[in-house]
């Protein structure tokens, strides 16, 4: 799996709501997948605002960081797996 560069992610409208999109490592696929989560409500927020809430929600939920991108190339070994 090559580096992975941070993301800032993207900021939609769906309806009456703000949504934010982004790509997350899966461990095991060279492919990153994609998530869309919301962020709030249109006529609370700005786009920019938007934009700044999703910056930190990635950060929350760590997705750019390094732990993250070292559990995607390295998945987890069960028991078993160790035993042998």
């Known amino acids: 799996m090559a580096r992975r560069s941070g993301q800032a992610g993207a900021v ?3 309806g009456d ?4 999109r982004f790509y997350v490592d899966v461990p095991g696929e060279e492919k990153r997948a994609r998530k869309s989560i919301p962020i709030g409500p249109r006529k609370e927020m ?5 934009k ?3 910056r930190s929600l990635l950060e929350e939920v760590g997705v750019n960081s390094s732990a993250h991108l070292n559990r995607a190339i390295n ?4 028991f078993a797996q160790k035993v042998q």
């Open 17 to 20: 709501w703000w949504h934010g």
């Open 52 to 54: 700044r809430r999703l």
């Open 46 to 50: 700005t786009k920019p605002e938007a």
């Open 12 to 14: 939609v409208a769906k």
């Open 75 to 78: 998945p987890v070994e069960t």
